[in-house]
Structure formats: structure tokens, C-alpha cells
């Protein structure tokens, strides 16, 4: 056998650096007259792309490739690993499978000379299953291995070894996110923490972008983690978005034909800014379509009770939200007041909506309400 290959997924993104390490070695293999060095690629295929939780939020593409090499060989034995020798960080041992336990823990010698402390050995394996370690000056002279032969080689071995298309942390250039885990985040954090635009702090969509993309503190996440368990269920208001979007009068602005096209398929990480800022927007056309006059009745949990100044008696500010996005306001007189945390089943009649916060927020009179 005078070559070998290995087979690993890359990235479309990991393939650059791959190529040149492979040309390198391929030069420098067959400058010296051993056969070259090759690629071939397999089908592209969607690799599921998990969270730092280890929950799928969208997809990649990978490919399975083959790198094919020659081996190194003198009379019988063949070079198996490169060990780089470092005395107080320890050895980098990069070793052709199945041979990586036969490198490990090796001291830094060589056979030929008896030298110790050579910076980098390589490790040959004999047909008889005898190892025999060269440091990079001997095996040149000794074996008749060239240093560049050598080096290059190992450069792509260990450049094959080392492919990972999964970092923890890392933001491909192709990862594509489910639209649909962009919309429930930002869908809970909108009902739970009112949406914030640009200029006015750590914003909504940034936010999204550290829960699907790491890059807070931990501290700041799990402020976030929070607002998605106190929003509960918000995969119905998520799903209207994505129709809101998907529906929405194409004709009326570019705006609202981008947000058709970036919810249409899964969405790359640039888009997050784009298709969060729908959230807001939805809530508000949605709420609004409450007119007056309609009678609307909800389940909803009170989320503010504060005392209002008047003449005739004690009056109180009740605000209501039905954990969809949807707030509500009644300005009531009738005693017991709620009590902020209540689940209450409210009937009333919608007067106006007026904005607050950045949420439009439905005033509701003559409410009739009941414990839910
Ligand atoms: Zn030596």
C-alpha cells in the first residue's frame, strides 16, 4: 500500500483552507516523486446546528470528502505520526488511525542519533509491528525522508484530523436558522420584556441572537432563559407572525416583501434584526384591529393595579395581558379590586387603544370580570 486516505465532514466554508493545505502537500509530495495528494467531495447534505443547550436551531450544509495521500515509506516501514515535543504544555501527537495510541506518550529522543530533545519526531512502523522514532534533522540522512516531504504532509494530516464543522460558539458564514425558534423567542421576549429598537439598549433582536448564538454572559442569559419560561406557550402568536409575514400585502413596501422572503425558508443569522422587528409590528396591527364598540372577552392575568386621582371615590388602574401580546387597560371603580398575579376571565367593551412602552395597550370600560 503507497497511499491512504481519510473521509470527514467539512463545511462549504472549511473547504478554502483544506484545498491549500492539500496543494501544499501535493507540490511538495510529488516534487519528490511519490504520487500527489487529492480531494473528493460527496453530496451536500443539511447538518442539524444545536444551541449551546444542545437544541436544534437550524442547519448547515456538510459534505463527506476524501483526502487521499501517499505514505511515507523506507525499506518496510512506514511513518505513522508526528509528535510534537513540548515539555510543559506536553506532546501534540498527530497520528494516522488506528495508530494514535502507539504515539502517544512518547519522550522526545531519536533512535538514529540517541539525541534527546528534538522539537518534532515522527514515528515509523515497521511491517514486522517494530516502531522506530527519527527527530526531523535524521530522517532526512537516515531514512531519506525529506523535512519538507515530512512537514507538509503532516501539515494536511493534522488539517484533515481536525476538521470539526460543529464549534460551540462559532457562526458559520452557511448556517441557516428554523424560523420558527426565531419567532418564539423573540414573540416571548416581546410579551414578556417589551420589544426594544435600536438606541434603546441591549436590543430584542440582539437578544435572540445570544439565546440562538451564544455571546452573552451567563448572567444576561439566564434573565433571558427567564422571560421564555414565564411566557409560557407562545408557539400560536409565533406561527401568526410567520403567516402575518408570509401573507402580508407584498405590493405595500419593500419592508414588508423582504419579511415575506426571510420567513419563507430558514434564515440566515443576518436576518434576525429583519424578522424579529415583524414581532412588534404584528402585535400592534393585531391589537389594533380591536375597534370600538367591540365587546371582548379574555382570559388574562393582571399584571398592574395603581390608584388613579379621582373625585367621586377610590379608583384603580387595572392592566391586563392574555399572554399572546395582547395588553389591556381598565380604569375601574368596582371594589375588590384585582390583585396583581390573578387569572381573571374579563368581559368588556374596548374604548380606545392608545400606545405605551412600545406596545399598543386596548382600554377597556364596563368590564365584567370573573376568576378564570
Ligand atoms: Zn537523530
Known amino acids: 500500500m503507497t497511499s491512504t486516505s481519510l473521509t470527514f465532514p467539512v463545511r462549504n466554508d472549511q ?29 451536500v447534505e443539511p447538518m442539524p446546528w444545536p444551541d449551546v443547550n444542545g437544541v436544534p436551531i437550524g442547519a448547515v450544509a456538510v459534505q463527506d470528502v476524501t483526502v487521499t495521500f501517499p505514505l511515507l515509506q523506507f525499506e518496510g516501514w512506514t511513518v505513522i505520526a508526528q509528535v510534537e515535543h513540548d515539555g510543559t504544555a506536553g506532546n501534540t501527537v498527530t497520528a494516522l488511525p488506528p495508530f ?25 512502523r515497521h511491517e514486522d509491528g517494530s516502531t522506530m522514532q527519527l527527530g526531523t534533522t535524521c530522517a532526512g540522512p537516515y ?21 470539526e464543522p460543529y464549534e460551540p460558539g462559532e457562526v458559520p458564514p452557511d448556517l441557516r436558522l428554523h424560523v420558527d425558534q426565531v419567532l418564539e423567542y423573540a414573540v416571548a421576549l416581546t410579551i414578556q420584556a417589551g420589544y426594544v429598537k435600536r438606541g434603546g439598549g441591549w436590543t430584542t433582536a440582539e437578544q435572540v441572537r445570544a439565546l440562538l448564538l451564544g455571546g452573552a454572559g451567563r448572567e444576561a442569559l439566564d434573565q433571558l432563559h427567564e422571560h421564555l419560561r414565564a411566557a409560557g406557550n407562545v408557539e400560536a ?20 416583501r423582504k419579511l415575506a422572503r426571510a420567513v419563507a425558508q430558514d434564515l440566515a443569522p443576518a436576518d434576525i434584526g429583519l424578522v424579529v422587528s415583524a414581532v412588534p409590528m404584528y402585535l400592534r396591527e393585531a391589537q389594533r384591529r380591536l375597534t370600538t364598540e367591540d365587546r371582548e372577552s379574555i382570559t388574562a392575568t393582571v399584571t398592574e393595579v395603581s390608584p388613579l386621582t379621582s373625585q367621586w371615590g377610590e379608583r384603580r388602574r387595572v392592566r391586563f395581558t392574555d399572554g399572546a401580546g395582547r395588553r389591556y387597560a381598565w380604569d375601574s371603580m368596582t371594589q375588590p379590586f384585582p390583585e396583581e398575579g390573578q387569572r381573571l376571565r374579563v368581559t368588556g367593551r374596548v374604548v380606545r387603544n392608545a400606545v405605551r412602552e412600545g406596545m399598543v395597550e386596548t382600554y377597556l370600560t364596563r368590564c365584567r370580570v370573573a376568576p378564570a
Do not use: K
Open 143 to 163: 531514512a531519506n525522508l525529506s523535512v519538507t516531504v515530512l512537514r507538509d504532509l503532516w501539515d494536511l494530516i493534522r488539517c484533515c484530523l481536525a476538521a
Open 100 to 124: 494514535e495510541d502507539e504515539a502517544a506518550d512518547r519522550i522526545a529522543h531519536c533512535d538514529a542519533c540517541g539525541e534527546r530533545g528534538a522539537l518534532t519526531s515522527y514515528l515509523l
Open 237 to 256: 402568536t409565533a406561527a401568526a407572525v410567520r403567516d402575518w409575514c408570509l401573507h402580508g400585502d407584498a405590493a405595500a413596501s419593500d419592508y414588508r
Open 15 to 43: 473547504l478554502p483552507a483544506l484545498r491549500e493545505a492539500i496543494e501544499q502537500a501535493d507540490r511538495q509530495t510529488r516534487a519528490h516523486g511519490l504520487t500527489g495528494c487529492h480531494l473528493s467531495r460527496g453530496p
